[in-house]
């Protein structure tokens, strides 16, 4: 990585970081919970008439409670945001460095800025909710998988492992796209091995600081007593997400890697963007309904979505080929 994109990445990281304070709000009651949990830890546990699951996101919350005990409340969500945006920003802009080595540092620049600043992304990553950590984790994932370096793949696992600790069905995005990388790349099956050990150990290391920050509350009886929430208590009782015309981005990037993709098949970046859209939208249909449905109709979940599309719309768009398309297409 040369210093013009050194410079552009970090240039790019303070505008969104930036922009981001202006999305900043709680979308939800759980955003609250996680606030409070990760300044006041135990002292909100200990007061509780029952365990929650809540306290259980130790990836989000111990990372937040140090910064926060180190510094102050404001400053240390804002590191904490800081570092999701750098990591988003630093990824795709790598991602388009692997794939689109012939695009010039200005047009990594621009299509970086444009995939960070989506309105979805801006908005999650200025929530102390759980998902702006899995849409940093998801780029940074498919980023890390890309270099076929077996030390980022093992970093890349670890990342894995942290998302179980912040969002399950987050996690289980995170790891399909991880192996749905590694399989384009054809990686050798020590590197699933040695991810996987990762994963393991990093996941279990939470659990370990749990137990400091969270004394006298046990991590498996408390997921397991979550085990019994009927998820579809959260969900319409039809198929509204079919109406939701926010869903129609995702798709539009699926269409238009499919088309471009089956234009030139030996296209890496059309290739790509082919599989990282279609395994992500395949993932959302099947899992959906694994969890009553709320998956494609909560919005901090169809947030998760977004990631994946806005790297395959720049992986697209990174090429003189697409660019002359959209011209035909918009002269018609």
């Given at each position: ?170 996690s289980i995005l995170v790891a399909t796209l991880f192996v749905a990388t590694a399989l384009f790349h054809q990686q050798r099956l020590r590197a699933y091995l040695y991810s996987a050990l990762a994963a393991i150990a990093v996941f279990l290391a939470f659990i ?125």
């Open positions: 990585m040369n210093k013009r994109d050194l410079g552009a990445i970090a240039g790019i990281t303070i505008f969104v970081f930036l922009a981001a304070r202006m999305w900043t709000g709680l979308d939800t009651p759980d955003s609250s919970f996680y606030t409070s949990l990760a300044l006041f830890g135990d002292q909100i546990t200990d007061r509780a008439p029952f365990d929650s699951y809540y306290w259980t996101r130790l990836g989000y919350i111990a990372p937040v409670m140090v910064l926060t005990s180190l510094t102050s409340p404001e400053i240390g969500f804002a590191i904490y945001r800081f570092i999701l945006i750098a990591v988003i920003v630093a990824s795709i802009n790598s991602i388009l460095q692997r794939f689109a080595p012939s695009a010039t540092t200005l047009t990594r620049t621009y299509l970086t800025t444009a995939a960070a600043t989506s309105t979805v992304i801006l908005s999650y990553l200025g929530n102390p909710y759980l998902t702006g950590f899995i849409l940093a984790a998801t780029c940074a994932v498919i980023a890390l998988v890309a270099t076929r370096h077996i030390g980022l793949l093992i970093l890349a696992g670890a990342i894995v492992g942290w998302s179980a600790q912040v969002n399950p069905a987050g370990g600081i749990g137990m400091l920050f969270f004394p006298g509350l046990s991590w498996w009886e408390t997921f397991n007593a979550t085990r019994e929430m009927n998820l579809s208590d959260f969900a319409s009782t039809s198929l509204v997400w079919l109406t939701d015309i926010s869903l129609l981005v995702p798709l539009a990037v699926l269409v238009l890697a499919i088309a471009l993709w089956w234009t030139d098949r030996t296209n890496n970046a059309y290739r790509f963007a082919f599989v990282i859209s279609s395994v992500t939208l395949g993932f959302f249909l099947v899992f959906s309904p694994l969890m009553g449905g709320i998956a494609l109709e909560a919005p901090m979940y169809q947030a998760m979505l977004w990631p994946p599309a806005m790297i395959a719309a720049v992986l697209l768009f990174s090429t003189l080929r697409v660019q002359q398309w959209w011209i035909y297409v918009l002269s018609i």
